[in-house]
Nanobody, 120 residues
Framework: QVQLVESGGGLVQAGGSLRLSCAAS????????MGWYRQAPGKQRELVAV???????NYADSVKGRFTISRDNTKKTVDLQMNSLKPEDTAVYYC??????????????WGQGTLVTVSS
């Protein structure tokens, strides 16, 4: 089994910053993409940012220029630095990862979610 453990959520005022971290553990042969998604009340879960094992990144238009995703392949961690936060960034943020348990068995896992609340 592969597990993702997130940390770093909380309450912040508009314009402030937060950093989310996520660590993968368990039986991992190879980690491919790691990313962050979010789900606001009454809305569908959406992609925030994703990073490949080679370091290529992709961001939602709504966070470009404000959020930065990074990863440490040795530590199997992915971070999301969030700056210039807005009230509309309020959501539960979920870490996601996919990869392989072995040469032939793949996986996709989700973290438990961490709440980010941005006050106006």
């Amino acid at each position: 089994q592969v597990q993702l453990v997130e940390s770093g959520g909380g309450l912040v005022q508009a314009g402030g910053s937060l950093r989310l971290s996520c660590a993968a553990s368990g039986r991992i042969f190879r980690l491919n993409d790691m990313g962050w998604y979010r789900q606001a009340p009454g809305k569908q879960r959406e992609l925030v940012a994703v990073i490949t094992s080679g370091g290529s990144t992709n961001y939602a238009d709504s966070v470009k220029g404000r959020f930065t995703i990074s990863r440490d392949n040795t530590k199997k961690t992915v971070d999301l630095q969030m700056n210039s936060l807005k009230p509309e960034d309020t959501a539960v943020y979920y870490c996601n990862a996919n990869g392989y348990y072995s040469a032939l068995r793949n996986f996709e896992v989700w973290g438990q979610g961490t709440l980010v609340t941005v006050s106006s």
